[in-house]
């Protein structure tokens, strides 16, 4: 089809310019939910039922998918089966919580690469910019100890 053949020139340009210029490219391909309708017959009494299955689709189909080298996945909200609450706003080096909002809280997983194995790296959006979870936490707790030896005083 015309869409593929043009989806796969571009990744042939942009590896190219990426080869040349030592340069890594990054590319998004947004996911998109695809509703396959699943119709069952009942052999009693000759009726059909029709329900729907949902899955998270690449927006620019699998083509494209096989023309990357490496694919993370970033999660806003993350899947339920990734157990959000295991990493719930506490950090590795305390086991209190900390008042970063879950709004703030990502997740980026390396899904697919050459080199490396399957790997995730838990970060915040914050307004200095993309943090990682640790050292927001840390901070948090220093502005805390700071804030309570003020107190004392």
């Not at 119709?39 to 009494?45: A, D, F, L």
């Not at 914050?126 to 901070?139: H, N, P, Q, S, W």
């Amino acid at each position: 089809s015309t869409r593929s053949r043009v989806l796969s020139n571009l990744a042939q340009n942009l590896n190219q310019l990426a080869y040349e210029h030592n340069l890594a490219v990054v590319v998004i391909n947004h996911v998109t939910t695809k509703f396959d309708k699943i119709t069952t017959h009942s052999v009693s009494n000759e009726s059909s039922d029709t329900s729907s299955t949902r899955r998270l689709a690449p927006a620019l189909g699998d083509m494209w998918s096989h023309c990357i080298t490496n694919r993370v996945m970033l999660y806003w909200h993350w899947p339920e089966d990734m157990n959000r609450s295991n990493v719930n706003m506490t950090s590795s080096h305390s086991s209190s919580s900390s008042h970063v909002g879950q709004d703030q809280v990502r997740k980026a997983s390396l899904v697919k690469s050459p080199s490396m194995p399957p790997a995730h790296a838990i970060f915040a959006v914050t307004a200095k910019g993309i943090r990682d979870i640790d050292e927001v936490l840390l901070g948090e707790k220093k502005r805390k100890l700071e804030v309570s030896s003020l107190d004392r005083k």
